[in-house]
């Protein structure tokens, strides 16, 4: 079965923090590249953070040194640590791999106010 399960959003003051997870299927999981990719209103899907199997990591420089992702293999899960969020961070923030699959989550919802 294929999945791909964001949580960990909500409402945060700019300078806040907030921790995304997301438990993905083995299938896309296992072995691959997992991403964040982020939609803010109006805009397209972007890619924010990625990581290899190994755990190397790469940031768009919009959130290099605020954002830190991480995973856990044997959990199939990858973690998404936010730090001096800004408001400009607004959007619905997913998960999957890279390059990403035709399906995703519902993802979640992360909203910055000023």
């Known amino acids: 079965q294929v999945q791909l399960v964001e949580s960990g959003g909500g409402l945060v003051q700019a300078g806040g923090s907030l921790r995304l997870s997301c438990v993905a299927s083995?299938?896309?999981?296992?072995?691959?590249?997992m991403a964040w990719y982020r939609q803010a209103p109006g805009k397209q899907r972007e890619l924010v953070a990625r990581?290899?199997?190994?755990?190397?990591?790469n940031y768009a420089d919009s959130v290099k040194g605020r954002f830190t992702m991480s995973r856990d293999n044997p959990r199939t899960t990858v973690y998404l640590q936010m730090n001096s969020l800004k408001p400009e961070d607004t959007a619905v923030y997913y998960c999957?791999?890279?390059?990403?699959?035709?399906?995703w989550g519902q993802g979640t919802q992360v909203t910055v106010s000023s």
């Open positions: 999957n791999r890279d390059p990403s699959t035709s399906f």
């Open positions: 083995g299938t896309i999981f296992r072995y691959n590249p």
């Open positions: 990581i290899t199997w190994m755990g190397t990591t």
